[in-house]
Nanobody, 119 residues
């Protein structure tokens, strides 16, 4: 079965850093675009970052540009989100999402990991 398992969340002070990981299985990771979303309390889900299947193209929400970096390791079926210069408004549950190119009906989600930025 398909699994996306996020890890690396936690409590961090403003200005700090966290590195999220998402371990994928059960589908062809190397043929899938990967995305990070987040949902803050009382707010809509937001697309934070995306990366193409080969890692050649990345995109970021304006709110995180210059601070966050998405990357992937296809040999390990893992996608990462490096988060630097964290702000309280980055506090949210962060979700990993997979969109396989070979199946446009497929849309896979992880369980989420909590990121809290607070002093």
């Amino acid at each position: 079965q398909v699994q996306l398992v996020e890890s690396g969340g936690g409590l961090v002070q403003p200005g700090g850093s966290l590195r999220l990981s998402c371990a994928a299985s059960g589908f062809i990771f190397s043929l899938s675009a990967m995305k990070w979303y987040r949902r803050a309390p009382g707010k809509e889900r937001e697309l934070v970052a995306s990366i193409t299947s080969d890692g050649s193209t990345t995109n970021y929400a304006d709110s995180v540009k210059g601070r966050f970096t998405i990357s992937r390791d296809n040999a390990k079926n893992t996608v990462f989100l490096q988060m630097n210069s964290l702000k309280p408004e980055d506090t949210a549950v962060y979700y990993c999402n997979a969109r396989p190119y070979y199946n446009n009906r497929a849309d896979y989600w992880g369980q989420g990991t909590q990121v809290t930025v607070s002093s």
